[in-house]
T-cell receptor, first 111, second 114 residues
Framework: EDQVTQSPEALRLQEGESSSLNCSYTVSGLRGLFWYRQDPGKGPEFLFTLYSAGEEKEKERLKATLTKKESFLHITAPKPEDSATYLCAVQNIQGAQKLVFGQGTRLTINP | ETGVTQSPTHLIKTRGQQVTLRCSSQSGHNTVSWYQQALGQGPQFIFQYYREEENGRGNFPPRFSGLQFPNYSSELNVNALELDDSALYLC?????????????FGEGSRLTVL
């Protein structure tokens, strides 16, 4: 059974303090790994797709990386508006119609 | 371009009742997926509809059922509500059967079962 575990559950940073969020996964055949951002009371918003180990994607202050067992979401010099829950999900080659999500990391950036 | 819209946004039901949640997919998208998100948890896949046919189902009992209409909008029906059904129900649309993982989510319907 595919599994995704995210750590830490919650992270509080000062504005400008860089850090990383971890996503560990187990999947029989990885089709893709995805990062989403979710603001309180909203649906998740797509950020990145990673398909193979060694791949990296960047968007503004965020960079996502992928290995064969885990993915990291690096946040550089964060701002208060980066506060949100960040969700990681995997898509299996078989049963590709569904995403299996982790429980998320709740990130708070203090000004 | 119209995004994914869901209704109602909030509702309260009692145990044993039935509920219908509605979703209008993003313009041009023919695939709709439904997810259940309990408080503090990640979304869990319920099922997916493609061109009015169910195309995959997660570990949810048969009292969770759905429909997709010719205009690609969708409904989620839950019968015999239980307390554990209290959650945020998310609809997501995408283009095509080969889901890229790039799902476009609505803001969800918050269901409380008393």
């Amino acid at each position: 059974e595919d599994q995704v575990t995210q750590s830490p559950e919650a992270l509080r940073l000062q504005e400008g303090e860089s850090s990383s969020l971890n996503c560990s996964y187990t999947v029989s055949g990885l089709r893709g790994l995805f990062w989403y951002r979710q603001d309180p009371g909203k649906g998740p918003e797509f950020l990145f797709t990673l398909y193979s180990a060694g791949e990296e994607k960047e968007k503004e202050r965020l960079k996502a990386t992928l290995t064969k067992k885990e993915s990291f979401l690096h946040i550089t010099a964060p701002k208060p508006e980066d506060s949100a829950t960040y969700l990681c999900a995997v898509q299996n080659i078989q049963g590709a119609q569904k995403l299996v999500f982790g429980q998320g990391t709740r990130l708070t950036i203090n000004p | 371009e119209t995004g994914v819209t869901q209704s109602p946004t909030h509702l309260i039901k009692t145990r044993g009742q039935q509920v219908t949640l509605r979703c209008s997919s993003q313009s041009g998208h023919n695939t709709v997926s439904w997810y259940q998100q309990a408080l503090g948890q990640g979304p869990q896949f319920i099922f997916q509809y493609y061109r009015e046919e169910e195309n995959g189902r997660g570990n949810f009992p048969p009292r969770f059922s759905g429909l997709q209409f010719p205009n690609y909008s969708s409904e989620l029906n839950v019968n015999a509500l239980e307390l554990d059904d209290s959650a945020l129900y998310l609809c997501a649309s995408s283009l095509g059967l080969a889901v890229t993982g790039e799902l476009f989510f609505g803001e969800g319907s918050r269901l409380t079962v008393l």
